[in-house]
């Protein structure tokens, strides 16, 4: 807990990593006195400085891991000039319609050392190969920030990557790279090429294009071929999770390997070897599956979780499951803010604490119902735990989360088994046909089965708003349910009754606080103009163009608590209060009055704004998504030279009218 302290306050606040350093040396000789005094007087001071230390061994490594006052960092360099940057790629992204990206290391800037990571962006071009893990280049360019979100509520991909240690990044053509020949190979790159060969040889194969692109998730980790319309129907099902290689699936195999290695045990030493080749073949199928952020946290989480199997002592499973956490953050603090971590571990522990008390409930005789009701608890354990977290990133539940388990799970460990099997003989070129039409029918049913849960649109529960404050509530309230349902008492249901009061008067105050509020804001959005003026919870969408507002609507209402939605057709002229909104569109009428307060160009007007301004004398221009980039450009020029304020929605965001 304290190192996952020391971490939050090492990343939100600039703190130097050499000041806890420091500290730890000069505590951890004093910690032996500590345990005399204690025993001399009773307080804790033992535990007092272990915590101490323990929050700034937190704080040191994600001060090392950010690079916070390291010399050879590259914050350091003059970043206005450009340079000539030699990068080496550490991960491949996933690409999008306009470019192919990439998390690169930096090794030096003009042929001085230097650290960090950089997000390499490169424009999509058909007839260049992507580039691979441990491909080096250089290139000459000079970094950018990366653009905070332009709509109010939007996915914040800037504190996203700053919460990967990325701050810039370099968008450029591959005619602009020099790759290096022969670069050096790690570990991870000859990872990532072995599983892209396994890749390439499926794809030699008849499988369906879904299924093929079903089983690179499932298998390998890999969900960039997944059509769009599959994983949607996964994520409606509550069963996503099963096309992300990570807990549910190395736990799975690991269960199954202690399954077949059990006649190892009657050998001398047999649990110890036993121990042995089960995490070797974990740290395996890791490699298989390209050595990613997700697979190495889960094998590293369940090479621990093997040991606790291998001591036998289930009181000791949250101690171990623990020490996974702490190795991990040790050497990658950063994973504590990716949602991915968050869940694994949420889950893992709500499995642990939660499913032996729901054992309890219910024993019952007939195989099946209590193999059933083993999965179904399970399932319930796992979603309790992941609730309030999944709620917070979210926003939905699925309701038949369970059904999906249940129809799915069971089957999980075959399919894995049986996929990895069709992997080896593919690799050995020794895979027969009907292998491949029986496991591209599996496949094909899964796909199925998941199409028709995700079908019941009624049991799918969207939009729900939840902030940080809910989040640490929920789990309060989890928390509470659980102990009381354990050991009923009057304090436990003190706690339980008190959680849900508060989390209640939190709503209603919300919800009071929504009905007290009127904004107009200016959104940015491609080819299209749109104002949302929010009337407590009304929301009224104002556009030129009703079929093209993206997701600007849906996070908006959202995060404010929306009820009711309406839209309607662009004007020319808005009263906002005491002040007034005019809007040039394609036509180039212009308002009659002068010392406007917002003039607002859209839709590219053919207008001389320079004559506009000295006619008109408004008092702020704005331009948004509507208007081409060159002649956006000339009006800030222009305003520039008139020193009147210049808002560009592509430029700077949303901006939020005062009222």
Same mark, same amino acid.
């Given at each position: ?15 130097? =990593? ?7 040396? !000069? ?5 032996? %006195? ?36 390291? =010399? ?56 260049? /190969? ?44 591959? *005619? ?39 089983? +690179?998730?499932?298998?390998?980790? /890999? ?47 047999? &649990? ?62 950063? $994973? ?12 893992? $522990? ?6 032996? &008390?729901?054992?309890?409930? %219910? ?32 926003? +939905? ?20 088994? $049986? ?29 199925? !089965?998941?199409? %028709? ?5 009624? $049991? ?29 008492? %009057? /304090? ?11 989390? +209640? ?10 009905? +007290? &509020? ?10 299209? *103009? ?87 004398? =408004?008092? *702020? ?39």
């Amino acid at each position: 807990m304290w190192v996952i302290l020391g971490i939050i306050i090492g990343f939100y606040f600039d703190v130097a =990593p050499l000041l806890p350093l420091l500290s730890i040396l !000069v505590l951890l000789p004093i910690l032996y %006195w500590a345990g005399k005094k204690q025993r001399r007087t009773g307080f804790p001071y033992f535990e007092v400085l272990a915590s101490i230390i323990t929050t700034c061994l937190g704080i040191f490594v994600v001060g090392v891991s950010l690079g916070k006052g390291m =010399p050879s960092h590259y914050s350091n360099l003059d970043l206005d000039q450009k340079k000539v940057w030699h990068l080496k790629v550490n991960e491949v992204l996933k690409p999008n319609t306009f470019s192919h990206r990439y998390v690169t290391k930096i090794i030096a800037a003009d042929k001085e050392q230097a650290s960090g990571k950089l997000l390499f962006s490169l424009s999509v071009d058909s007839m260049v /190969k992507q580039l691979q893990v441990d491909d080096e280049f250089l290139v000459y360019d000079k970094p950018e920030g990366i653009r905070p979100p332009l709509n109010p509520h939007q996915f914040d991909y800037k504190n996203y990557l700053a919460k990967q240690g990325i701050q810039h990044q370099i968008r450029t053509k591959y *005619t602009a790279i020099v790759k290096k020949e022969h670069a050096p190979k790690t570990l991870f790159g000859v990872a990532s090429n072995f599983r892209e060969h396994i890749i390439s040889t499926l794809e030699e194969k008849n499988f369906g294009a879904d299924e093929l692109g079903v089983i +690179q998730a499932l298998l390998l980790g /890999k969900r960039d071929d997944i059509s769009e319309s599959t994983y949607n129907n996964y994520k409606k099902a509550g069963a996503v999770h099963i096309l992300a290689v990570s807990g549910l699936h190395v736990g799975i195999i690991l269960f199954l390997l202690e399954f077949i290695l059990v006649p190892l045990e009657r050998l001398p030493k047999g &649990k110890t070897i036993k121990l042995i080749l089960v995490v070797l073949l974990l740290w395996s199928y890791a490699f298989i599956a390209g050595l990613s952020p997700s697979i190495v946290r889960a094998v590293t989480m369940f090479s621990f979780v093997a040991y606790a199997l291998y001591l036998n002592r289930p009181t000791n499973s949250f101690n171990i499951i623990a020490l996974s956490m702490l190795f991990i953050l040790l050497a990658k603090p950063l $994973f504590l803010f990716q949602a991915g971590f968050q869940m694994s571990y949420a889950a893992v $522990f709500a499995i642990v604490w939660i499913y032996p &008390k729901l054992q309890q409930f %219910w024993f019952p005789e007939s195989i099946i119902i209590r193999k059933t009701w083993q999965l179904l608890s399970v399932s319930v354990a796992a979603q309790l735990g992941v609730l309030p977290i999944s709620l917070f990133y979210f926003h +939905q539940f699925p309701a038949l989360f369970f059904i999906s388990n249940l129809l799915i799970v069971p089957f999980l460990g075959l399919i894995l088994g $049986f996929g990895i099997l069709i992997i080896l003989l593919a690799l050995i070129d020794y895979l027969p046909q009907f292998m491949v039409d029986g496991f591209n029918g599996v496949i094909q049913l899964m796909n199925s !089965v998941i199409g %028709w849960v995700a079908q019941q649109e009624g $049991f799918i529960i969207k939009n729900i708003p939840f902030d940080a404050v809910q989040l640490l509530l929920g789990y309060f309230i989890i928390i509470a349910l659980v102990i009381f349902l354990s050991k009923p008492k %009057w /304090k436990t249901a003190l706690m339980l009754l008190g959680g849900i009061i508060v989390l +209640q008067s939190l709503g209603i105050w919300n919800q009071f606080q929504v009905h +007290q &509020k009127e904004t107009v804001i200016l959104a940015h959005r491609s080819r299209n *103009t749109v104002l949302l003026h929010q009337l407590g919870d009304s929301l009224s969408i104002i556009t030129s163009d009703s079929s093209n507002i993206g997701s600007i609507a849906d996070n908006y209402s959202v995060a404010e608590r929306i009820q009711k939605i309406d839209t309607s057709k662009l004007k020319n002229s808005y009263h906002l209060g005491d002040k007034k909104l005019f809007v040039v569109d394609s036509l180039g009428i212009l308002p009659l009055e002068e010392n406007l307060d917002y003039l607002l160009l859209t839709q590219s007007p053919k207008i001389n704004l320079e004559r506009v301004l000295d006619s008109i004398r =408004p008092k *702020t221009i704005f331009a948004d998504g509507s208007n081409y980039p060159s002649l956006v450009n000339k009006w800030k020029a222009t305003c520039s030279q008139k020193e009147i304020p210049f808002h560009h929605t592509g430029e700077k965001g949303f901006y939020v009218f005062e009222l």
